[in-house]
């Protein structure tokens, strides 16, 4: 995302237009170079991509401030699970067309965000598709040496935590999309457009991140499912775990839909786009990660127990039966 072309394209224009304004970071020499400089300050820098693609990630009838929330969004939740303060990220749009309709509020969100969560744009790239549209951000954050929080420490006896609600994303697709959670719901206007919320726009929990890394032995934001991205930490700390479904913390509008049976407990736990933080932790630790989430104004709540084994998690009704799940997240494949 450089403008240093002396015979001046569409391209720059478009850059100088929408996204210079949001370079202020010195690192970013006002986009007028093709790299950045981010100053390390002694810190661990962890670095992190998403890309959202038109169809997949996000619906082309989302609005675009919408779509550019999310983008970054997804990114500052990977941070916050790795116990990360945000540093800056790099964008690389592909666009059918630079309407500015559609840019300038994309842009304009994208710059409150970026103010917001204290992550300045530092460079990127802009190219052209006759294809769905694709927004890809690359994001930097800082962790001090040694300190970043994976998903290989988790180890037996430690509980499992996780912040927020779960299943919201995915009923709020459900909603846009027409299916069972729209009909269910079709006079409640105030629970529909809290799902979608939910599902355009994630609520990345950087305000836990530096309890996430004082207090975890290990975390990833769930992202394709918390049943899946469970499996995935367990996996890679060698370990398993015992999930108790009926603490799995649920939006009222969620519980509704539950309650009622016009949706099933496996779409809520594979749904995916929940973008909260699922994190281990000891049980001399628990108490505190729960209430720097209470003293953030975040609900953190414990639903399981890492346990020795290599098989994958299992999930117990309310009466201790074992769930089998058809699925366990999303997947793009």
Not at 109 to 123: H, S, T, Y
Not at 140 to 168: E, Q
Not at 274 to 296: F, H, K, M, N
Request: hydrophobic share 45%; glycine share 10%.
């Amino acid at each position: 995302m450089t403008q240093n072309d002396d015979q001046g394209s569409a391209e720059d224009s478009l850059i100088a237009r929408y996204f210079k304004p949001l370079a202020t970071d010195p690192g970013a020499f006002g986009l007028v170079d093709d790299a950045a400089v981010l100053s390390s300050s002694g810190d661990d820098i962890v670095v992190t991509t998403d890309a959202v693609v038109e169809g997949v990630h996000y619906l082309a009838t989302d609005p675009p401030d919408t779509i550019a929330r999310k983008a970054l969004r997804v990114n500052l939740s990977d941070l916050a699970a790795k116990g990360a303060v945000p540093a800056g990220f790099v964008l690389t749009l592909a666009l059918r067309s630079k309407e500015d309709a559609w840019l300038r509020p994309f842009a304009d969100a994208l710059g409150e965000d970026a103010r917001e969560f204290v992550c300045p744009l530092l460079g990127g790239d802009t190219v052209s598709t006759p294809g769905p549209q694709m927004i890809s951000i690359t994001a930097f954050g800082r962790v001090p040496k040694g300190r970043m929080v994976g998903r290989t420490g988790a180890k037996p006896g430690d509980r499992i935590l996780v912040t927020g609600t779960i299943g919201d994303a995915a009923l709020g697709l459900d909603v846009l999309t027409g299916g069972a959670a729209a009909a269910a719901l079709t006079t409640d206007p105030a629970a529909r457009e809290a799902l979608v919320s939910r599902y355009r726009v994630p609520q990345p929990r950087n305000p836990l991140a530096r309890a996430v890394r004082d207090h975890a032995t290990a975390a990833m934001d769930v992202s394709d499912g918390l049943a899946g991205d469970l499996a995935k930490l367990c996996a890679a700390s060698g370990v398993s775990a015992t999930v108790d479904v009926a603490r799995v913390p649920l939006s009222a509008a969620a519980a509704g839909l539950l309650a009622s049976n016009a949706v099933c407990v496996e779409t809520l736990l594979a749904g995916g786009d929940d973008y909260e933080v699922l994190c281990t932790v000891s049980p001399a630790q628990a108490d505190a990660l729960i209430a720097a989430g209470r003293a953030a104004g975040l609900a953190v709540t414990a639903i399981g127990t890492i346990v020795a084994g290599q098989q994958g998690p299992r999930f117990l009704d309310g009466q201790g039966q074992e769930l089998v799940l058809r699925r366990l997240s999303y997947s793009h494949f």
